[in-house]
């Protein structure tokens, strides 16, 4: 199988040359210009679009049995939307519970990706409690090849942790030099404003921002900075979505905590006001950290050109609006999520022009950061030689508009309804085989691989 992208403008973190990709048994093996190559190479002309490595979402959920339901997608129907859409690998959170074995969900979670996956993934490992199997537990599923973990400071009682269950795997990710990713909310101070709340009957959806205010994001990350300081391990604050919550990260990467930051699609694109609809159409925007009031879309974005926020996910999480209704009678039971996985790259792509962020910054925060910070890097996150032929031949030309009726995600509604993108990818490829063409699905189901990572956060 070899494959020759021809001529396009190839974009990768401090370089912009316009050449050929050569790609063979999956890898690169020749980049230049005018490339004589054998007869029987499938041979795509990309004059006049750009080149980019595979797109990586780093925070995803898929398979989630979540506040009395299951997201709706599936590893096929998730892989095949994040291919459509430039996402060649994604990061899901393996996230059993307080209750589950660590160990047997990861193998559940793995279990259900495999064999199912049209893109390549890994996964982020849930530490929701620290008791006497947890060590060794987690020292094998590092073994496996998965080296980061996940805590939440928030959902007490079902996926959070407590300050000395965060200090134990802090202590451990030191020594094993995994970094560990955090929800940072305030668990106790969510549940205290959540009952206050539905006590004095707000239980309308426009109430959830109020039960979980950014001063409860602001005091989550500040403690995870320092809990990171004082164990020496490295962090990453998942999902930052405010002002408050950035500056606490930013005094602490200034003192020198290992810390990096991410933003989700959700925070940069989509406000408060959103939630504040009536109704289901306001609790299709429930998500936490909740959507916040809008002056936080442009905080956010500066500091993403900046460099000050490291990479851009998604937080997919689909819940059809049967599902989100659960939560009529109160704010507290609406399902948490907003699916993106799809239209992440578009729409950063798109918003990133208008804002006049340079391409260099794009890559870096929708693929290359992510691949340096989890231990993919430079198999994926790049376009080098002996790298995984991941590329994204991208169509700047193409105008279309988001929408519930062409997505490929398994719901019924799209939190981003109706945005323009001026973009979108032409061909998409997984180690050197096409899987989509112009919004279309055309490769082989099931073809994505576990990608076992070691850890380098030492
Ligand atoms: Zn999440």
């Not at 490595?53 to 939307?81: Q, R």
């Not at 947890?134 to 300050?163: C, M, P, W």
């Not at 609406?334 to 006049?356: A, S």
Request: with cysteine; charged share 20%; proline share 4%.
């Amino acid at each position: 199988m070899a494959l020759l992208i021809r001529n396009g403008e190839i974009v990768t973190v401090g370089s912009r040359v316009q050449a050929d990709v050569y790609a063979e048994n999956e890898t690169v093996t020749t980049i230049g210009k005018n490339l004589v190559v054998p007869p029987g190479t499938e041979i795509v002309d990309a004059t006049g679009q750009l080149v980019f490595p595979g797109f990586i979402d780093p925070h995803v959920h898929i398979y989630l049995p979540f506040m009395a339901t299951y997201a709706k997608d599936t590893h096929e129907t998730a892989s095949i939307a994040a291919l459509i859409g430039g996402t060649t690998t994604y990061i899901e959170m393996c996230c059993p519970n307080r209750n589950d074995d660590a160990l047997a969900g990861y193998q559940l979670w793995k279990s259900k990706a495999s064999g199912n996956s049209a893109c390549d993934y890994a996964f982020h490992m849930s530490v929701t409690k620290f008791v006497r199997e947890t060590e060794s537990q987690l020292r094998e599923i590092v073994a496996d090849g998965t080296s980061s973990f996940k805590i939440f400071l928030a959902y007490k009682n079902f996926f959070g942790v407590d300050d000395g269950e965060m200090y134990q795997t802090l202590a451990l990710a030191r020594r094993l030099g995994v970094i560990v990713t955090a929800h940072c909310e305030n668990a106790e101070l969510v549940a205290r404003l959540q009952e206050q709340l539905v006590a004095e009957g707000k239980t309308g959806p426009e109430w959830h921002e109020p039960s979980r205010p950014e001063s409860v994001e602001a005091e989550g990350t500040g403690r995870f900075a320092a809990f990171l300081e004082n164990t020496g391990a490295a962090g990453y604050v998942v999902h930052l979505s405010c002002q408050k919550a950035l500056n606490a990260a930013l005094a602490a990467k200034q003192r020198g905590v290992r810390l990096s930051v991410e933003v989700v699609l959700p925070h940069l694109l989509l406000d408060k006001s959103f939630a504040e609809r009536p109704g289901v159409e306001g609790m299709k925007y429930v998500m936490s950290p909740p959507l916040r009031a809008k002056h936080n879309n442009e905080t956010l974005w500066s500091a993403l050109a900046l460099g000050f926020v490291d990479t851009v996910g998604t937080d997919h999480c689909p819940f059809d609006i049967d599902q989100k209704l659960l939560g009529k009678e109160s704010f507290v039971s609406i399902p948490n999520g907003i699916p993106g996985i799809e239209d992440r790259v578009n729409l950063l792509y798109t918003m990133g022009k208008q804002k006049r962020i340079d391409l260099d910054r794009f890559v870096d925060f929708a693929s290359t950061r992510a691949a340096k910070l989890f231990g993919l890097f430079p198999r994926k996150g790049t376009i080098a030689i002996g790298s995984d032929a991941d590329l994204v031949v991208f169509d700047t030309s193409y105008r279309g508009t988001v929408s519930v009726k062409t997505q490929h995600v398994n719901n019924d509604y799209n939190g981003f309804e109706g945005m323009t993108i001026e973009g979108r990818p032409s061909l998409v490829t997984v180690r050197g085989k096409v899987q989509a063409r112009d919004g279309k699905f055309v490769g082989e189901r099931g073809r994505g691989c576990f990608l076992k990572r070691e850890p380098t956060h030492f």
